[in-house]
């Protein structure tokens, strides 16, 4: 949502950069994983908002003032809490943000293991077996092959944004254009991963790697279909309809898993309370205000 926000107010849609600077609010304040994409995506709208209407383009308007400013006003709300928090703790969360992404010593993933999980997370929706994270260690199923293929469809973009841009289609070229831009600042953000790679911090770029197939599908189709009406009509109801049985199908298995998960937790949850009870009396039987717990691995997933 973010990325496709961001290309309509990099053509000059006011209402688009609005609601770009509160989806990309969003996504930045819920995960730090994010927050390299957002600012890069957001950013680079902002820029070419700024600087395409001046150019005249055709089907191109510019971002005036009045509408950066009302997003940036919303922005300005949306960041009050971080912005105070800052401005009373010492460090603020965002210079330690800032220490971890740029300052600090690099202490994450090797670019090649970076890469390997990129290519992987991006083509998951090529292969089998994509579940949903749960906080495990991230194991990769891919190989150098599906990180070629994630490779190869960013390296498609580029084409296509000119040939879009050729043909008048300004938001598919920037469109394409911003989610290179996606794709290539999510690969270089797991290298700022320290220690192993969660499931968790990684996923949503599979999001990503599905905009990356559907521009490319997406052109290929419309450009074999594009003097003949009849096969496109024929083509896109396929699609809703593949699309509709995928979805139906990944829903069902989606829920089966969440129920069996639920019935798990409450088998479960009878030993724990009793840890959890026992545990609560010795504290306050031996009066422990400041309790330092050591978990091992298998005892911290209770």
Do not use: K
Not at 249 to 257: E, I, K, N, P, S
Request: net charge positive; glycine share 10%.
């Amino acid at each position: 949502a973010v990325i496709v926000l961001c290309a309509a107010a990099s053509l000059g849609d006011g209402a688009a950069l609005a609601a770009a600077v509160v989806f990309a609010s969003f996504v930045a304040q819920t995960s730090v994983s994010v927050v390299p994409v957002a600012l890069a995506v957001t950013g680079v709208a902002v820029g070419f908002g700024w600087a395409s209407g001046r150019a005249h383009s055709p089907g191109v308007s510019s971002l005036g003032g009045r509408r950066v400013l009302s997003a940036a006003l919303i922005g300005l709300v949306l960041w009050l809490p971080p912005m105070v928090e800052q401005a009373t703790a010492e460090p603020g969360n965002m210079t330690r943000l800032l220490q971890f992404f740029v300052s600090a010593p690099s202490r994450g993933q090797s670019w090649r293991d970076a890469v390997l999980a990129w290519g992987d997370v991006t083509t998951a929706l090529l292969r089998p077996g994509v579940e949903l994270p749960w906080g495990q260690a991230f194991e990769r199923r891919g190989s150098w092959g599906t990180t070629t293929i994630a490779v190869a469809q960013v390296a498609l973009l580029l084409p296509l944004a000119w040939w879009a841009r050729r043909r008048g289609q300004q938001a598919l070229a920037r469109l394409s254009l911003l989610t290179a831009l996606a794709s290539v600042v999510a690969c270089w953000s797991i290298t700022r991963i320290a220690g192993a790679i969660g499931d968790y911090q990684i996923f949503w770029m599979s999001a990503i790697g599905a905009l990356n197939l559907a521009l490319v599908a997406g052109t290929i189709a419309g450009g074999a279909t594009a003097d003949a009406p009849s096969r496109r009509r024929w083509l896109l109801g396929v699609m809703c309809v593949l699309l509709g049985l995928v979805t139906a199908a990944t829903a069902v298995r989606g829920l089966a898993g969440a129920l069996a998960y639920a019935v798990n937790q409450r088998d479960e949850e009878a030993p724990r309370r009793v840890v959890a009870e026992a545990t609560a009396e010795y504290l306050a039987r031996e009066r422990v205000t400041r309790p330092l717990f050591r978990l091992n691995a298998t005892s911290w997933l209770q």
